[in-house]
């Protein structure tokens, strides 16, 4: 029997189950506790109403709870299993049943296996690089998690031996218990604060990766995330990555030419640092350097979209914060235009404007609520930039795009580098890099 099958029997006997969400991870949860069985009853809560088909596929009765009120009854449950994206109104510990996710029962199990991953930005890349590299050298990994790959979904792939890359969100780490064999904590910047309010809460779920580790366990971190107080896994950090192709070039004899390797920019060169003091636990700098060229960077991630009208468009629509939009202003140096904005979520700019500031590209297209406010902070606290005439504020994206091809110069690039959340205006950043692509082709 798989192992995880098998916990989750012992642990669902004779007792009340409620699964909470049922998007993809909450339908995935809900398949393998049917699979386990020996529950006493089972409900779903969504705020949307449950698709019919539930009550034919799972051949037991299940209770349905939607709507406004679909939070009210967790407590008629003796087990909640919560779906990473809800906001429940009090802490875990306040309510009577016991409240879990499907990452924590997982990594109960598989923990010893598990390679996690988070950090606020770079984690999917570093999670797909890490994944890629494993497997190009003949190791035996799947890849789930955050990346949109639910954990349970992967069970029949898992074998005693396999190398579980998973990528943890803040929000399958919080009240989390259980800390992967081997952790990865990239960086933490300002970011869902709208539902932590401080970053020292923030921190503190992205901290759970390693939290929980104990003696033989593993940390890999950069140097701005170094372990607070006690900590009693080994802990690498991730200092110095500017050489880090050089290095692997001469350590591996392929020569990893910066024009030949995939992934652009410095934070990529941490990124790679990054893979690489996972990797060398398990492949050698030869297989490292022969699976880093052939790894094919994710979509949406300074993704080069083509030249059109002479202009050559980058699509960077992942980026939600200041750092990851003056990365890429930095990253391509050839940039006549960046385009910036989106949802409002209360985050400092202060630092992109101070950058922008100081940096020579001339025009710095501003769209949607946070444009309007960098707009109005720019001329409170840099009010050169603020009378240069290189701000333009464009309403959308398609006006941004519009503007872009108006004043861009031949020859050089524009970057839609949103530095906000595409919330309220995107079902996600996926979405609005698609959009981005499809009418920088069209117009």
């Known amino acids: 029997m798989n192992p995880m099958i098998a916990f989750l029997q012992e642990k669902l006997c004779g007792k009340k189950v409620l699964i909470l969400g049922f998007g993809r991870e909450g339908q995935s949860t809900f398949r393998t506790v049917l699979a386990a069985g020996g529950f006493a009853a089972i409900g779903i809560a969504d705020r949307n109403p449950v698709p019919e088909w539930v009550q034919e596929k799972a051949g037991v009765p299940v209770l349905l709870h939607s709507g406004e009120s679909y939070l009210d009854d967790l407590d008629a449950y003796d087990l909640v299993i919560k779906s990473p994206g809800i906001v429940l109104p009090k802490p875990f510990a306040a309510y009577r049943a016991e409240i879990t996710q499907?990452?924590?029962?997982?990594?109960?199990?598989?923990?010893?296996?598990?390679?996690g991953i988070t950090g606020t930005k770079g984690k999917s890349?570093?999670?797909?690089?890490?994944?890629?590299?494993?497997?190009?050298?003949g190791v035996d990994a799947v890849l789930l998690g955050n990346i949109g790959i639910p954990?349970?979904?992967?069970?029949?792939?898992?074998?005693?031996?396999?190398?579980?890359?998973?990528?943890?969100?803040?929000?399958?780490?919080?009240?989390?218990?259980v800390s992967p064999h081997i952790a990865v904590f990239l960086n933490l910047y300002e970011e869902h604060l709208d539902h932590y309010g401080t970053m020292e809460a923030y921190g503190a779920a992205k901290r759970n990766i390693y939290r929980n580790q104990t003696e033989g366990d593993v940390l890999v971190c950069?140097?701005?995330?170094?372990?607070?107080?006690?900590?009693?896994?080994?802990?690498?950090?991730?200092?110095?990555?500017?050489?880090?192709?050089?290095?692997?070039s001469s350590r591996s004899g392929i020569d990893l030419d910066p024009e030949e390797v995939p992934l652009k920019g410095m934070h990529n060169r941490f990124n790679i640092r990054t893979a690489y003091e996972v990797c060398r636990h398990f492949v050698d700098d030869r297989a490292f350097a022969g699976g880093l060229l052939t790894y094919k960077p994710l979509p949406h991630r300074l993704e080069k979209v083509g030249t059109y009208g002479g202009i050559t468009f980058y699509d960077d629509s992942i980026s939600t914060t200041c750092e990851t939009t003056i990365q890429a202003v930095n990253t391509i140096t050839d940039a006549d235009t960046v385009i910036i904005g989106g949802m409002d979520r209360g985050i400092d700019y202060a630092p992109l404007i101070h950058f922008l500031a100081g940096h020579p590209i001339p025009h710095i297209l501003l769209m949607e609520a946070t444009g309007e406010r960098i707009l109005k902070e720019a001329g409170?606290?840099?009010?050169?930039?603020?009378?240069?005439?290189?701000?333009?504020?464009?309403?959308?994206?398609?006006d941004a795009v519009r503007e872009a091809y108006a004043v861009t110069g031949e020859g050089r690039a524009c970057v839609m580098s949103p530095a906000a959340a595409s919330y309220g205006i995107f079902r996600n950043f996926e979405e609005r890099g698609d959009t981005f692509k499809e009418l920088v082709q069209s117009l």
């Open 222 to 248: 950069g140097k701005d995330v170094l372990p607070e107080g006690d900590c009693r896994s080994t802990v690498i950090p991730v200092t110095a990555w500017e050489g880090i192709l050089e290095e692997l």
């Open 380 to 398: 409170e606290l840099e009010p050169e930039l603020a009378a240069s005439g290189r701000l333009t504020y464009t309403p959308h994206l398609v």
């Open 125 to 137: 890349t570093t999670t797909t690089l890490i994944y890629h590299i494993l497997k190009e050298a």
């Open 102 to 115: 499907m990452a924590e029962l997982f990594l109960t199990v598989y923990r010893m296996q598990t390679i």
């Open 151 to 177: 954990a349970f979904d992967m069970l029949e792939e898992i074998g005693p031996d396999t190398k579980v890359v998973f990528e943890l969100s803040c929000h399958q780490l919080e009240q989390g218990h």
